[in-house]
């Protein structure tokens, strides 16, 4: 008895106009148990007894409800309830309580959308970071790397922005899934672990899975994946190709650096982030695909391994590097 007291206080308040952010989430929850229907229709009978028992009896008693709820409106517009375009003098409450409903639910929805807050983490170069997002999913960024994420995650979906490289340790959750943007492709998962290479300034992008399945959506074209599976993606041919690799994902994050059919540009590209060097190439094509795996080497190493295998040749001065051809 004492909580449906309570509630109709609370309900009152609210149609007074008379209410807290903390009141409002309160009608929300109330609003959902089904043991407080009861409550409103009582609530709606006794506002409809209270005004039938005031109807205007003179000009002037009649003038002065019409001015009433002309401010009741004007009010309503204010704050941008749209749900109200008439009122008579008789079902102003009665369709107030109506609203209730419409207007407590639509208020606390954009009371959350405002307090969520997008943050923002991102790497330099020959830097990595360790990222716990607010669902538990844990994120690996790889050098100058970048993403945004939400606070909390709301709605039907947990979505993220990324540029550049991550490893994802995503927890599970089947009623809303994980979502990956990069501006190229998205990653759409349940809970899965795999990693995420979409550098703009590359030629190549991947996806690549170490346990359970994911969706990437292309523009004009969707697959999935499992666990030791890998996608290529050319951005300037659009084509390509999927294979399966049983190796380790990701292991730039112990320092090592793998190449597989990789053009020297971005062989080159992904030096100068891991490294924090510049490479520059002299004149001349250079269209040479990189392959080799190189374990926790050093720059010097792995130029060297680049020139044995290709026939690239490098100078070396400070943190600056030509690559040239003989």
């Known amino acids: ?91 102003v409450s009665t369709a107030a309580i109506v609203c209730l409903v419409l207007g407590g639910i639509h208020y606390l929805e954009h009371l959350n959308e405002r307090q969520i807050i997008y943050l923002e983490a991102s790497t330099s170069y020959g830097e990595r970071k360790q990222i716990l997002l607010p669902d538990g999913t844990q994120l690996t960024l790889n050098s ?26 995503v927890h599970r959750n089947e009623k809303q899934p994980f979502i ?26 991947s996806v690549e899975v170490e346990s359970g399945k994911v969706q990437v959506d292309l523009p004009e074209a969707m697959m999935r994946l499992k666990g030791k599976e890998q996608v290529l993606f050319n951005t300037i041919s659009g084509e390509y190709s999927k294979r399966r690799e049983d190796r380790p994902v990701a292991i730039w994050k112990k ?19 891991m490294y924090n060097c510049r ?11 990189i392959s080799g795996e190189h374990d926790n080497k050093s720059l010097e190493a792995v130029l060297q391994s680049i020139e044995y295998t290709s026939g690239i040749r490098y100078k070396k001065e400070g943190n600056r590097i030509l690559l040239y051809k003989q």
């Open 279 to 289: 490479i520059t190439f002299a004149d001349g094509k250079f269209n040479n695909l």
């Open 255 to 273: 320092g090592g650096l793998r190449f597989n059919s990789t053009p020297i540009r971005d062989v080159a590209k992904e030096l100068e982030r």
């Open 144 to 169: 100058c790397s970048h993403v945004r994420y939400p606070n909390s995650f709301t709605g039907e979906e947990r979505k993220i922005v990324l540029e550049g490289e991550g490893y994802f340790q």
């Open 1 to 91: 008895m004492k909580n449906t007291e309570n509630n109709k206080k609370l309900y009152r308040r609210y149609l007074d106009d008379l209410y807290t952010t903390e009141d409002a989430r309160q009608l929300l929850n109330s609003l959902h148990d089904p043991d407080n229907h009861e409550t409103l229709n009582e609530l709606s009978s006794d506002v409809w007894e209270e005004a039938a028992t005031q109807q205007p009896h003179t000009d002037l008693e009649r003038e002065h409800y019409k001015r009433e709820a002309r401010q009741l409106l004007k009010r309503i517009e204010h704050k941008k309830r749209t749900w109200l375009r008439r009122i008579a003098v008789a079902t």
């Open 180 to 205: 990956v943007s990069t501006g190229r492709f998205n990653v759409r998962v349940l809970g899965t672990c795999f990693d995420i290479k979409s550098y703009s300034s590359d030629e190549i992008v």
